[in-house]
């Protein structure tokens, strides 16, 4: 299957400092790139749709003046947590549609591996 | 109604148990179906992707869909401990735009 990689794995912070996370695919192109974030013991919880050359598409309650992403190229999608704090703290995680190489849409998504972000 | 439900388990079972694994949904315009495998601390791993109704075998696990009822299933034959993880289903309609509707995911715990 196709394979994202998602940086860092870990992160620890201190409160007010930002972090950026990095999603790539790298063997395919992927016009469209989501982050999610997870709590313990719960699904996952979509954020943010990102497209390719154009603004993201946030979900209602997630600050997108706090989540900034960036999706600059067809494989490449990165998530910046602006001035965290400890509730920010959590397992994000980002997954990324196949285009198909014929333009059709493929509806398999493939996830990268996580960032857990501890803010102190 | 949320529109795709999941039982959130846990579910426990003996090692080479089968184990079933089932979700339901309100859309009917869903047409892709996937089971997605997730251990602890980990990204989701796409299992079985299947289109429209049928079924589908890849090596000890059957995914089956059933459109006229909105019921989908994931089955395991001769379980592992090492299948222990978080099985979530999701699915997405043409109609939708492509947005993939996840299911809160079921633990399951294979015993040796």
């Known amino acids: 299957g196709a394979v994202v990689s998602q940086h860092p794995s870990w992160v620890i912070c201190k409160s007010g400092t930002s972090v950026k996370i990095e999603c790539r695919s790298l063997?395919?192109?992927?016009?469209?790139m989501f982050w999610y974030r997870q709590f313990p013991k719960q699904s996952l919880m979509l954020m943010a749709t990102?497209?390719?050359?154009?603004?993201?598409?946030?979900e209602q309650g997630v600050e997108k003046d706090k989540f900034l992403i960036n999706h600059a190229s067809l494989t490449l999608s990165t998530l910046t947590v602006t001035s965290a704090h400890p509730e920010d703290s959590s397992f994000y995680i980002c997954?990324?549609?196949?285009?198909?190489?014929?333009?059709?849409?493929?509806?398999?998504?493939?996830f990268g591996s996580g960032t857990q972000l501890s803010v102190l | 109604q949320k529109e795709v439900e999941q039982d959130p388990g846990p579910l426990s079972v003996p090692e080479g148990a089968i184990v079933s694994l089932n979700c339901t949904y309100s859309?009917?315009?869903?047409?892709?179906f996937m089971w997605y495998r997730q251990y602890s601390r980990k990204g989701p791993e796409l299992l079985m992707y299947?289109?429209?109704?049928g079924n589908k075998e890849d090596g000890r696990f059957t995914a089956q869909v059933d459109k006229s009822s909105k019921y989908i299933s994931l089955f395991i034959r001769d379980s592992q401990p090492s299948d222990s993880a978080t099985y979530l289903c999701?699915?997405?309609?043409?109609?939708?735009?492509?947005?993939?509707?996840f299911g809160a995911g079921t633990r399951l715990f294979v015993k040796a």
């Open positions: 997954s990324a549609r196949d285009s198909g190489g014929s333009g059709q849409p493929n509806e398999k998504l493939f």
């Open positions: 063997d395919f192109q992927a016009t469209t």
């Open positions: 990102s497209n390719e050359g154009s603004k993201a598409t946030y």
């Open positions: 859309n009917s315009a869903f047409q892709y």
């Open positions: 299947t289109y429209s109704s």
């Open positions: 999701a699915m997405s309609a043409r109609t939708g735009g492509f947005k993939t509707i």
